[in-house]
């Protein structure tokens, strides 16, 4: 494995048990195909108490021998190292950073149940990861195609604010590295809301290293030019990047980066 790739060498797994389907452990195994071996996978298990809260009259659940082996099966079966934890916490997103630490894991994957509910947002205390993670978390939509063959990377190349400037290399460098990886096409969407804020495309085009008819560069609200960009071109995975948030402001809902997550209907990697 490259020395690009290892970001996805230790990978954590979030692992809902009241969930029958584990798209997040799908992911991980094929990704593990597409780069021919080399990820470590662990599993962190765990109700999130919030949406268990919500959708059950009772906390009666029981996972046995069975329902272990069933859910290691492909991990077994594609022989990928794996570990596993079993957490009961009403901190689920600190327990989550916490198990990161303890396991070197370099990416996050867990699933997008609200979809199949026909719901249209995360619990708070996804938010509340997305915000702080150190490393990437990719959340899982249900329909979106495993093999990946469009990557979006939203950027935002017309500040020079350092902490944007900064969030844009992590974004490229992430994309430039998926596509690579799965030979998919790279794309690249660039909003702007203010007509004198009309980003270099000349030098969007050298900063980005992506073909000029894969460069869409619109005026209008970001949220609304990158799910349309994502639906013109099918992007099986969005990249996109936010700011985390301290005091007061951490407390708030509805930044960019929580719209096109609530508005896009596929795999997010979201970048702090």
């Known amino acids: ?48 108490m919030d949406e268990l809260r919500k959708s059950q009259d009772t906390f009666d ?4 021998s069975n329902w272990f082996a ?10 990928i190292p794996f570990s ?13 950073l916490e198990s990161v630490k303890r396991n070197n894991s370099e990416f996050i ?13 995360l619990s708070a205390a996804k938010w509340s990861l997305l915000r702080v993670s150190n490393c990437p978390v990719m959340i899982v939509h249900p329909a979106t195609q495993l093999q990946r063959k469009t990557i979006l990377a939203a ?3 017309q500040t020079d604010n350092p902490r944007y400037v900064d969030l844009n290399n992590k974004i490229l460098k992430v994309s430039r590295i998926m596509a690579t990886a799965y030979g998919a096409e790279k794309h690249i969407v660039n909003a702007y809301e203010d007509s004198m804020e009309f980003p270099d495309r000349a030098k969007l085009l050298r900063d980005t ?7 869409h560069v619109h005026l209008g609200d970001p949220v609304e030019i990158i799910s349309e ?26 930044n960019k980066s929580e719209q096109i997550i609530r508005k896009i209907k596929r795999d997010v990697i979201i970048l702090n």
């Open 1 to 48: 494995m490259s020395e690009e790739l290892k970001i996805f060498k230790n990978v954590l797994v979030v692992i809902d048990p009241a969930m029958k389907e584990q798209y997040a452990l799908k992911r991980a195994v094929k990704m593990n195909e597409i780069l021919n071996g080399g990820i470590n996978v662990h599993l962190f298990i765990s109700f999130e």
């Open 61 to 64: 659940f029981y996972c046995d």
């Open 70 to 79: 069933e859910l290691v099966k492909p991990l077994n079966e594609e022989n």
């Open 84 to 96: 596993t934890e079993v957490f009961w916490t009403a901190d689920w997103h600190n327990s989550i």
């Open 109 to 121: 994957i867990m699933s997008d149940y609200g979809t199949e509910q026909n719901r249209d947002d």
């Open 155 to 157: 950027v935002n190349m």
């Open 209 to 215: 290293d992506a073909k000029q008819e894969n460069t």
């Open 229 to 254: 960009v994502a639906e013109e071109i099918d992007a099986d995975v969005v990249v996109i990047g936010t700011l985390s948030r301290r005091g007061i402001m951490a407390a708030m809902r509805g």
